[in-house]
């Protein structure tokens, strides 16, 4: 019992020192349908996330950049009208149910699945340039496209403030699309993600509240589990 008790004390000092998180979070907290306290108006992180990107963007501003988060939180109901809006659009095109949720799936989540409803999880511009129509483009932050100072910046100084990206464009990762603008948090978001694969996530995907439930199948949610929610940057794991 002592060296037991030696031993927990132990693993809580090494935890700390590393900068994880060690807070354990519902099921509603972890799938974006409550139990977490953000901050924010527009934008809602919770508090540590939420300061350590105004330090980043305080940083940024001295050099000319100036982030802007275009997304944050994003409840669980939120990210289901996603779903079920271009669910509906895809099949209204003709495109069968299958290939439709396909095509979701290579940006947006399945409602409970999304980095978003952690509060750890941005999307970011560049606010101080002209805005394109469709900001969140891979060609805005590349080369001479409009928000590629920023990326540059972000490549040399986020992980500083502790923002990763989440889906690089290395080459042979499946799941989502590269997305230059998407960052999180790896101090909180890391053990989120840790106590988030524990979710018996398939037993509330499956509704009839969202569209083309009936072809979330188990196979799909471990297909889906491997690709879409593990195939990340591997710092984020």
């Not at 053990?191 to 037993?203: D, I, N, S, W």
Request: charged share 25%; hydrophobic share 35%; glycine share 6%.
């Amino acid at each position: 019992m002592k060296y037991r008790l030696l031993l927990t004390i132990l693993c809580t000092i090494l935890l700390s020192f590393s900068g994880i998180s060690q807070i354990s979070y519902s099921v509603d907290a972890l799938t974006g349908k409550g139990d977490l306290i953000f901050v924010g108006d527009e934008n809602k992180l919770q508090s540590e996330v939420h300061k350590a990107f105004l330090e980043m963007q305080k940083a940024a501003l001295k050099e000319g950049v100036l982030i802007e988060i275009v997304s944050a939180y994003r409840s669980f109901d939120r990210q289901t009208k996603i779903w079920n809006r271009k669910y509906e659009a895809y099949t209204l095109e003709g495109i069968p149910p299958e290939k439709a949720i396909e095509k979701i799936i290579e940006y947006s989540t399945l409602p409970g699945t999304s980095r978003h409803h952690w509060g750890t999880d941005i999307d970011i511009i560049d606010s101080s340039k002209n805005q394109p129509k469709n900001v969140l483009s891979t060609s805005h932050y590349e080369k001479d496209g409009v928000f590629s100072d920023l990326k540059n910046w972000m490549d040399n100084n986020a992980e500083r403030f502790g923002f990763y990206l989440v889906y690089t464009n290395k080459k042979n990762r499946k799941g989502f699309k590269y997305e230059p603008w998407h960052y999180s948090y790896k101090k909180i978001s890391k053990p989120m993600l840790t106590q988030f694969l524990k979710v018996e996530f398939y037993k509330f995907i499956n509704s009839k509240n969202l569209n083309g439930f009936t072809f979330i199948t188990p196979k799909f949610i471990k297909k889906y589990t491997k690709e879409n929610i593990l195939d990340i940057n591997s710092q984020l794991k």
